[in-house]
């Protein structure tokens, strides 16, 4: 995919946006500060979709000052609405909205059951709530 689109970013060349911490530290002002370094953005969308793409962590992109493990998977989610993707139905009653995640064998980042490849790049469909298709045709054909 070209990124061509990130030196129309407001952030291009900008330190700031590199680092969350040089952010205030405490919400809502840290969100806030975030939301508005990127507010009127031009390249906004491509920048939410490779956000999500490339699961980045603890850096400003598309509008979010961007935290680790969970707190960046929910964030990666309210992306996908911003963007308009679909949401994501599951029954888990666990975490219904943290997507993707990992197999719980092999580690390898999962999308929903039923969803395609498109929508979640660089993922594995799930099989059940913690196994990837693969890691569960394995366990099913050893037993
Ligand atoms: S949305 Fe924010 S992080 Fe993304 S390109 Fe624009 S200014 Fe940079
Ligand atoms: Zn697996």
Redesign the pocket.
């Known amino acids: 995919m070209s990124s061509e689109w990130r030196s129309k970013g407001f952030c291009y060349g900008d330190d700031y946006f590199d680092d969350v911490d040089m952010l205030p530290s405490h919400e809502p002002a840290k969100s806030f500060t975030a939301q508005s370094m990127c507010k009127g953005c031009p390249v906004f969308k491509e920048c939410a979709i490779e956000t999500i793409r490339l699961r980045d962590v603890g850096v400003v992109k598309a509008g979010k000052a961007l935290g680790y493990g969970n707190k960046a998977l929910s964030q990666y989610n309210e992306l996908r609405v911003e963007l308009g993707l679909p949401t994501v139905r599951v029954s888990d009653k666990f975490n219904p909205d943290l997507w993707p995640r990992d ?1 719980r ?2 580690d ?1 980042s999962m999308r929903p059951k039923g969803q395609q490849e498109m929508l979640w790049p660089n993922t594995i469909e799930a099989r059940s709530h913690d ?2 298709m ?2 569960h045709n394995r366990a099913e054909k050893s037993a």
């Open positions: 197999c064998h092999c390898r196994l990837c693969e890691c």
